[in-house]
């Protein structure tokens, strides 16, 4: 056996060991397609306010100059659809991805322990680890390893499990053994597009940030405009609306991970138990959760926001 296969594969069963779901391997290289979409898409302003996104243009698409020396990218998903739902059908909604321990202390100890492994048992490896805050296409570099394809909501979707899953990487200077790209299994489905309020998919795979509510409920950090008003479909962190009605999301199964599990009382709380939100009950309900994001005062601004008729 080549040397490249039997390191690849040490390091795809070590990671299904630490709870990947998935893991799949790409070539460091320029991502040659992506460089008009991404320039595209900020020249358009589809990032909004999100000026971190206009940073590191050319690192966000070439691995070998945000890690000198990168040979791979290793592609790393992990499952966060929840057993259960919020009880209370008229309470403001919170995003699936949001009910637990927030994903990025959980996945960088993951990665870590990961690249602690490689160092320990194929030998030393310069390399870093990534989980959604880099400038790396998380989605892209998925779809590139063969765990999925970029569905018309530019989410990546998983074959076998639909796309409720969180994307991560270790850029490592290790050659291993390459995977592939599968095909789009979109068809002339059109779900996504048809369901989302604030017609943020202004065209197949492509959403503009700036009008997609998570991007109003998490991101924004002035008020939110006044012509989205009724448009929210009670969603107040997050929104998950264009993944809920993928017809590939009905082979979503229960996640594995115990920190996923919802914080406090959070799927029992009603609606009035929302609207009368104290800072004190948000802190206990969302200690080193996602929502931290917001702050109390983003919540309330959001929860206040879709009360309004
Ligand atoms: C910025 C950002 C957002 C913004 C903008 C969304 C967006 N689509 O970019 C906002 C705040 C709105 C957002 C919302 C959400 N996000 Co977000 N977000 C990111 C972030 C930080 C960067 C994404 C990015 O690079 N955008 C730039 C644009 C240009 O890229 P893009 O939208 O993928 O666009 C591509 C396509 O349009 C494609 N394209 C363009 N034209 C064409 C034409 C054809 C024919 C084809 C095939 C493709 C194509 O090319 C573009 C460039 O590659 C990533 C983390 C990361 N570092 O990657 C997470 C990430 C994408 N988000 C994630 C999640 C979970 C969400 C939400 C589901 C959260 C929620 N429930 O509220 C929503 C989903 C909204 C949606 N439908 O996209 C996950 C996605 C996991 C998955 N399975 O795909 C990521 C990967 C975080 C993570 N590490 O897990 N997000
Ligand atoms: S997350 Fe919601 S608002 Fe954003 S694109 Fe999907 S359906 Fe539209
Ligand atoms: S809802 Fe349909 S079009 Fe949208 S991502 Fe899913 S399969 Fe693709």
């Avoid at 490896?125 to 880099?134: C, H």
């Avoid at 405009?225 to 009724?230: H, S, T």
């Avoid at 590939?248 to 609606?271: A, D, G, Q």
Wanted: glycine share 6%; hydrophobic share 35%; proline share 4%.
């Amino acid at each position: 056996m080549k040397q490249s296969t039997n390191y690849t594969q040490l390091i795809k069963s070590e990671s299904k060991r630490l709870g990947f779901d998935y893991c799949g391997i790409s070539k460091a290289e320029f991502l040659e397609e992506e460089a008009p979409r991404l320039e595209n898409w900020l020249n358009k302003n589809m990032h909004g306010q999100m000026s971190y996104m206009q940073n590191y243009f050319d690192k966000r698409l070439d691995p070998r100059i945000l890690v000198p020396g990168a040979k791979s990218v290793v592609s790393l998903l992990l499952n966060y659809f929840p057993s259960e739902k919020q009880k209370d059908d008229t309470a403001p909604k919170i995003s699936k991805y949001a009910y637990g321990t927030d994903y990025h202390f959980v996945i960088k100890e993951k990665l870590n322990e990961l690249l602690h492994f490689i160092n320990e048992n194929i030998g030393a490896v310069e390399g870093r680890v990534f989980v959604d805050s880099a400038p790396v296409m998380d989605k892209i570099w998925a779809k590139k390893s063969g765990l999925g394809w970029i569905g018309k909501n530019s989410n990546l979707i998983n074959k076998q499990n639909g796309s409720f899953f969180f994307i991560a990487e270790l850029i490592i200077d290790l050659e291993l053994d390459y995977d592939s790209a599968i095909k789009d299994y979109c068809g002339t489905c059109t779900k996504c597009i048809d369901a989302c309020p604030t017609d943020a998919i202004i065209e197949p795979y492509v959403v503009d940030g700036s009008k997609c509510i998570s991007y109003f409920t998490i991101e924004l950090k002035e008020a939110i405009p006044n012509e989205m008003k009724g448009k929210f479909n009670n969603w107040m962190f997050g929104c998950d609306i264009c993944q809920d009605v993928c017809p590939w999301n009905s082979f979503s199964e229960i996640h594995n991970e115990s920190l996923f599990e919802p914080k406090e009382n959070l799927l029992e709380m009603s609606k009035k138990d929302w609207i009368e939100l104290t800072e004190e009950t948000f802190k206990k309900v969302f200690k080193n959760s996602a929502v931290e994001r917001t702050k109390y005062k983003g919540l309330k601004r959001n929860i206040e926001f879709i009360l309004q008729k």
